[in-house]
């Protein structure tokens, strides 16, 4: 059995209120806010703490947003399923981005309801993860509640791109970056997956956070 997300409803430590200008400026910029069904967190607020079992390169491990924003900014982006259309996309274009990201000091962290073995296989993948980008499994979806999101079921008898059936809910794709005090800074819905990525990346690069920096 998949080991369950371990939520903490509080804000990161240490945080401080987000600058007003940075938060509207990054809204605008990347024009950040195509409404949902569901009013999900938005920028200015706090990120929800959370950990959850993970995986990079087929290997699983304990991700933890706290610890990871002790080394910059965070990219915590949810998308519905590994294995399908849009999500394989998204997936392939944050690794072929890997090093802009890492070059502007983010750590990027996927989040679905999948399985740690599907992901385990997704992670590994060389055309989509390939090895660089983590996914992290929230197999009840408690960690896209606590940022908001809209959790749907997967129709009866839909397939992934592998011909295997979706047995899991599916969280509403949206990205959210958290800077390293907690806040954030942005959220990126209603984008095709390509474009939300290349959008995180602009999000990113305007906190002017270098690796060195962000520590």
Sequence with gaps: MPAEPRLKFRPIP????LSRGLALALAVAIGAAAP?????LEAGAHAPAFSARASLDGKPFDFSLEAALKRGPVVVYFYPSAYTGGCNIQAHTFSVNHARFAAAGATVIGVSLDSIERLNAFSADPAYCAGKVAVASDPDGAIARAFELEIRDAAAGKKDTRG???RHGLAERSTFIVTPNGLIAARL???KPADNVEQALQAVQRLGLSPQAAR
Aim: aromatic share 0%.
């Design 36 to 40: 949902s069904a569901q009013a999900a």
């Design 189 to 191: 819905s209603g984008l």
């Design 164 to 166: 295997d059936d979706i």
């Design 14 to 17: 240490g945080s401080k209120p």
